[in-house]
């Protein structure tokens, strides 16, 4: 199976400050998608990452995934009370038949 | 229009009953899953079904059985409830597995076995 540790696990910052989540595989990434929970909500897909290098950017939310494919970066710029929630990265097996989840991250925004 | 949606909501039940929790998607998805989110976030597949193939989680207890009636519809059934089986369950679909297909959650049944 696959394991994806999120780090940091929770992060509290003021309005207007960037912010980065990390996701690290321990194989590598046929894909990583990123989520986002709101509390008590389901989950919201943000972007899907595929090639090594590749990087999307979604309004102020962009997303990396490194050239070796086994980690990817979320990163928040000017944070917003809006962005609080539960960030999760996600991956499929290759077949596609599994589909892995990180440890997820907390984010809360201070306004 | 809600895209998938699942009932109940909340579900609180005693040890040892059966219950079942309902999703429907109105996407035109050849793919639904079952998720089991735990009390520390942890989000874990289940299920995953097309109108070819159910894939089983090798941990998930042969007292979760989903069930389909037809391709917008994903049931899942729990038999014998155990105090373990609280947690929030979602459903999601996909139009196809794997890349490049994400996937469309529904809004969560938060179980409560007392």
Redesign the interface.
């Known amino acids: 199976s696959q394991e994806l540790e999120q780090s940091p696990q929770s992060l509290i910052v003021q309005e207007g400050k960037n912010l980065t989540i990390n996701c690290t595989s321990s194989k590598t990434l046929?894909?990583l998608?990123w989520?986002k929970q709101k509390y008590?909500?389901?989950?919201?897909?943000l972007m899907?990452l595929?090639k090594g290098g590749e990087e999307k950017s979604h309004e102020k939310i962009t997303a990396k995934l490194d050239e070796k494919k086994q980690q990817s970066s979320l990163h928040i710029t000017a944070s917003q009370p809006s962005h609080a929630g539960?960030y999760?990265c996600?991956a499929?097996?290759?077949?596609?038949?599994?589909?892995?989840?990180g440890?997820?991250t907390?984010l809360t925004v201070i306004p | 229009d809600t895209a998938v949606s699942q009932t109940p909501k909340y579900l609180v039940t005693q040890m040892g009953n059966d219950k079942s929790i309902k999703c429907e998607q109105n996407l035109g998805h050849d793919t639904m899953y079952w998720y089991k989110q735990d009390s520390k976030k942890f989000l874990k597949i289940m299920f995953s079904y097309n109108n070819k193939e159910l894939i089983i989680n090798e941990t998930v207890p042969n007292r979760f059985s989903p069930k389909s009636p037809d391709k917008a519809h994903l049931n899942l059934h729990i038999n014998s409830l155990e105090l373990g089986d609280s947690a929030v369950y979602f459903c999601a679909s996909s139009q196809a597995r794997g890349i490049p297909y994400e996937q469309y959650f529904g809004p969560g049944t938060r179980l409560t076995v007392t």
């Open positions: 046929y894909g998608y989520y008590g909500e389901g989950l919201i897909f899907m595929q539960i999760l996600g499929p097996s290759l077949n596609g038949n599994q589909f892995y989840f440890t997820g907390s």
